[in-house]
Nanobody, 121 residues
Framework: QVQLVESGGGLVQGGGSLRLSCAAS????????MGWYRQAPGKQRELVATITGGGTTNYADSVKGRFTITRENGKNTVYLQMNSLEPGDTAVYYC???????????????WGQGTQVTVSS
């Protein structure tokens, strides 16, 4: 099992910034990707950003240029710096961990409990 502990959510005015953190602990894998997803009320959960162990990043079009995902491999921690926040960014943000071992096809997926981000207009 992998445990994910998130922090950093809160209430911010439009145009403001927040930084989310997610620390992973527990089982180790040969390779993993960590990232953030979000779910707004009445909507499906959607990808925000992901980062591999080697540092390759992927962003949703809606956050490109405003959000930055980074990680500290030694601490198994991923960060999401969110700038120029908009009311449309309001959602519960979930940390995601996907691990895989070499020569194995199974991807093991884990989720954090979520942290609320609210952006006021």
């Amino acid at each position: 099992q992998v445990q994910l502990v998130e922090s950093g959510g809160g209430l911010v005015q439009g145009g403001g910034s927040l930084r989310l953190s997610c620390a992973a602990s527990g089982r180790s894998f040969s390779r993993n990707t960590m990232g953030w997803y979000r779910q707004a009320p009445g909507k499906q959960r959607e990808l925000v950003a992901t980062i591999t162990g080697g540092g390759t990043t992927n962003y949703a079009d809606s956050v490109k240029g405003r959000f930055t995902i980074t990680r500290e491999n030694g601490k198994n921690t991923v960060y999401l710096q969110m700038n120029s926040l908009e009311p449309g960014d309001t959602a519960v943000y979930y940390c995601n961990f996907e691990g895989r071992n070499l020569f194995a096809s199974t991807v093991h997926t884990y989720w954090g409990q979520g942290t609320q981000v609210t952006v006021s207009s």
